[in-house]
């Protein structure tokens, strides 16, 4: 019997299967002339407890307590709309995928930037909404998924990194498991906050083949546009990234 404490190293992988497995060449040569583009793992909101997962058919998604994946890269993603974001491929005003420089209008410093500061979106929001990109892989899949962390989960997940690179030295030589649990900000708004601990360590083997989709994943964020992301409500917890529900 495995102690709490103890991890351990996968005897059966269920990564080998991209020994064959190119990404780079799949979506140039299956993919060409279409926009770069994965499935989401959405997080829902009032303090849900079960992420939402596209399965066979779009319409029906299904629900999961938990995720067990390797983060394979992860970024951060500042948008600002000048108007109402409902969604879709329709690109920002402003965005930045490294949260440092702007593209757009303003554009410039993100750091100095007015939309940037909370009080400049509604309900003492910011008006430019932050969030971190993370690109897993699951277990026994070849396709990478997005996970959005919106502001309420950041503390933990760099908490997360900070115990596991002094150790592991590379988060993608681990598989990470992913829950939530229901959290309540300051201000009284439920969340679903996510957690994050070590499932298992990879092989050698595996990180291996785990770190060269790394690297074509990291090549290929860049040209992933906004349109996986869900629309940005107008009502923002300013704490926790969370919709506020309208009053009645």
Not at 72 to 93: F, R, V
Not at 198 to 222: C, D, G, W, Y
């Amino acid at each position: 019997m495995r102690k709490n404490n103890e991890i351990v190293t996968a005897n059966n992988s269920s990564f080998l299967a991209l020994k064959d497995f190119n990404l780079t060449d799949v979506m140039a040569e299956e993919m060409a002339g279409l926009s770069a583009s994965f499935e989401r793992i959405k997080i829902p909101i009032g303090g849900g407890t079960a992420f939402e997962i596209p399965g066979d058919d779009p319409d029906d998604l299904d629900t999961v307590k938990e995720v067990n994946a390797v983060i394979l890269h992860h970024h951060p993603l500042n948008a600002y709309y000048a108007t109402k974001y409902t969604g879709g491929s329709n690109p920002p005003d402003c965005g930045s995928f490294d949260g440092v420089v702007g593209v757009g209008n303003p554009g410039g410093n993100c750091k100095d930037c007015p939309y940037n500061a909370f009080g400049s979106g509604e309900n003492g929001a910011k008006a430019c909404k932050n969030r971190r990109r993370l690109y897993l892989l699951r277990e026994g899949d070849i396709f990478p998924m997005i996970l959005s962390l919106p502001t309420g989960s950041l503390k933990g997940f760099t908490r997360y990194l900070m115990r596991i690179l002094p150790k592991y030295k590379n988060f993608n030589a681990v598989v990470t498991r992913f829950t939530l649990k229901k959290a309540t900000s300051g201000s009284g708004i439920a969340y679903s906050q996510a957690q994050f601990a070590v499932s298992h360590v990879l092989t050698p083997e595996e990180h291996s083949l785990i770190a060269a989709m790394t690297e074509q994943v990291k090549a290929m964020s860049a040209s992933v546009g906004y349109d996986t992301e869900e629309a940005m409500p107008p009502n923002v917890d300013p704490e926790t990234g969370e919709i506020i529900p309208p009053l009645a």
